[in-house]
């Protein structure tokens, strides 16, 4: 009896050591946030991004396709340059690998690495799929129009105190709350 | 001191490019101890559960912002020299819009959906091929919203000159705005998880 | 002890939140911290700068740059815009003296002044050094010395083969810049003989080469 009740505890420990850790004090991962911000503005200049980086994938892969199309379209020309550097030389393009693995990292020490698809008990996972990639569609489209996502704009351009980036801020909270009503299925 | 260091050449550009990694590091491992590579998390902003966008957001706008604040004031950085964006307003409050409502369709912003996708979130990876498509779309049609999107250009825009208030007042504001924001947060949980009888 | 033993049972976020209007009311305190018409100086910095002229620039030095094409310095003129309107070194940009500090220039660029003479140009690099503007140069000599050695060199009749030689690459210079050669003999100028060794043939460098190497500064924006 005694021996049994040691293994049950002793995988009880071991479950426990693999279980997802809580994530951390919002307000302290919020400071850690700012200051990664703050190295940013004082080594390099300028502010956070991720959308950007995504800019110049989607333009470099229409290079590759079509050439003569991205050279044409005053948009993706931009990102192109002109042909002397490869467009995925580039800074966020760096900033945004590196975020895949700081974030693989964290994950890896908190145990909450998982494939798993995140969603609300009242929708399926191929329905979860599609409102991802529409809402991600909405979301490149918005932030290029407002030149720039959540970190580039709100985060960079709020801390800068930019009228823009600060306008687009609460029209960020303003989107998303007027759209939550009708897509609490999703996650409640 | 000379900061920013980068426009003050201390290092190469090619350089800069491991510091770009460096940096993104310590981003992702941020939105990841956050909890922003979990959608339900984020999206739970949005239905006054679990603030913490709220929280993590504007902790890190203040921190950033007195950061700043102070190095300008000792004299060691140029403000002029760090980069942002000009203000382009419309086009801007309708990006955010649209922005809003593919945050909470979504579950991410682009930055979040990296850390989710790299932690093993299929719904991240897909958000991402989204958000690809999405700009696709944008620099296809791109010649035809060309004058909307250069439209209402205000040039760079700080706050304080546009409110004709003082930086520092204009940061103190920020900060009581958020210390508001984070205690009317507390209590704003405190107040749902009452409601649904469950004990947070 | 009982001090630490309060402070420890005040909740964290009210800790942070007490740290975060102490600095924010300092900052209003602080209020604005770009006055712009005070300046700090260090006398004795520039003293020794000024004393050793590592600060000055030669005009056949420019006129090899701009002949380069280099791209890594602002040539700014001082003068009035009239007066740049009538003549301007080529690549130059105007910006009145009492324009300099309304935030055309960054402070990380190398900056290269110039004005009629010298006088001006000296006046407005204390200015900028005041503003710790970083690298901060003057022409020697100003647009005077620029006309007098670049635009219109001169050889003197009885001069040496060396002194020719030299006057050979100064009239090649000169033509590039639209300049005249001019040989004098005793108290009359007379104009030189076109160059009998055909110089390689360099295009004249025009105002989008010096655009184009802005344009190639990528986007920065998120």
Known sequence: ?188 | MNAPFFKFDFFSADFSLVIAFAIGIGFGFALERGGFGNARILASQFYFTDMRVLKVMFSAIVTAMLGVFFFVAFGWLDLSLVYYTDTNLIPQVVGGLILGVGFVVGGYCPGTSCVSAATGRIDGVIYLLGVMAGIFVFGEIFPLIEGFYYSSNMGRVFLPDYLGLSYGMIVFLVVLMAVGAFAAAEWGEKKMAAKSGGVK | MKMIELLQKIDLKIKLAIIAIFLGITAFIISNPFDNSIAKINVKNLAVMVQTEVDHVNVDEIADWIIKDKSDYRLIDLRTEKEFNDYNIPTSENIPITNLLDGELARNEKIVLYSEGGIHSAQAWFLLKAKEYKSVYILRGGLEEWKDRILFPKLISNATPEDKAKFEIASAISRYFGGQPQIVTGSEITLSVANPNPTPKIQAPTGSSIGGAQKKKKREGC
């Open chain 1, 1 to 188: 009896m005694s021996s049994i009740t040691g293994i049950f505890s002793k995988e009880a420990v071991q479950e426990k050591i693999h279980e997802p850790k809580p994530y951390s004090n919002p307000y302290l991962v919020g400071i850690g946030l700012g200051l990664v911000l703050l190295a940013a503005f004082i080594i390099m200049g300028r502010g956070l991004g991720a959308s950007g980086a995504f800019s110049s994938l989607v333009a470099a892969g229409v290079q590759q396709v079509a050439p003569d199309h991205a050279a044409n379209n005053p948009y993706f020309k931009e990102y192109i340059g002109d042909g002397s550097t490869n467009p995925l030389k580039d800074w966020l393009v760096f900033e945004v690998l590196g975020v895949f693995v700081g974030g693989l990292i964290s994950g890896l020490l908190a145990h909450r690495v998982k494939k798993t698809v995140e969603k609300g008990d009242r929708i399926s996972v191929r329905n979860r799929l599609i409102f991802a990639f529409i809402g991600g569609g909405l979301m490149g489209f918005g932030a290029k129009l407002a030149r720039g996502c959540t970190s580039g704009q709100a985060l960079t351009g709020g801390a800068l105190l930019n009228l823009g980036s600060w306008a687009f801020m609460m029209m960020v909270f303003a989107g998303a709350y007027g759209m939550a009503y009708f897509m609490r299925r999703q996650w409640t």
